[in-house]
């Protein structure tokens, strides 16, 4: 990885699953779906507008990989992106897996359900490092 200091924030060294030529997805320190992580553009820029062509075309490729792990480790059924760039100023987007809504999840000694309401990321706790740790493992 090359020097991103501008994403400091999000751990990149210790929190990354995988890394492409143009993008890097993360798992996020919060998890209100299992399986939800950051992909973030390796470039600083804030606007979805500036993104190269080249950029812009390896995005379908690391979805693609992201929604297949999580329906290979999980048993997602669909997902929810959203981009806001609120608090951080440079293009990356909050993605989460979604499951049936009967569907429960024991994974690290703990129960994931979704509660099929709409994604609201700011309400859930941060993780453990342990727990980031093996949810990370667990998808690279």
């Known amino acids: 990885m090359k020097n991103l200091e501008f994403m400091k924030k999000f751990r990149l060294e210790e929190l990354c699953i995988k890394e492409f030529k143009y993008w890097l997805v ?37 979805i693609k990989w992201y929604e297949d792990l999580c329906r290979e480790k999980f048993g997602a059924i669909k997902f929810n992106y959203m981009i806001m760039m609120m608090h951080d100023p440079f293009v990356h ?26 994604s609201n990321f700011a309400s859930t706790e941060t993780l453990d490092d342990e727990l980031l740790f093996k949810i990370r493992d667990y998808m690279k």
């Not at 987007?93 to 709409?118: G, M, Q, V």
């Open 26 to 62: 993360c798992v996020r320190q919060k998890q209100p779906t299992l399986g939800d992580v950051v992909i973030l553009l390796k470039r600083e820029i804030e606007n979805v507008s500036g993104m190269l062509p080249e950029e812009g075309a390896e995005f379908p490729e690391v």
């Open 93 to 118: 987007y909050h993605a989460f897996p979604r499951y049936d809504k009967d569907k429960k999840i024991n994974l690290f000694d703990l129960d994931w359900e979704d509660k099929n309401t709409l």
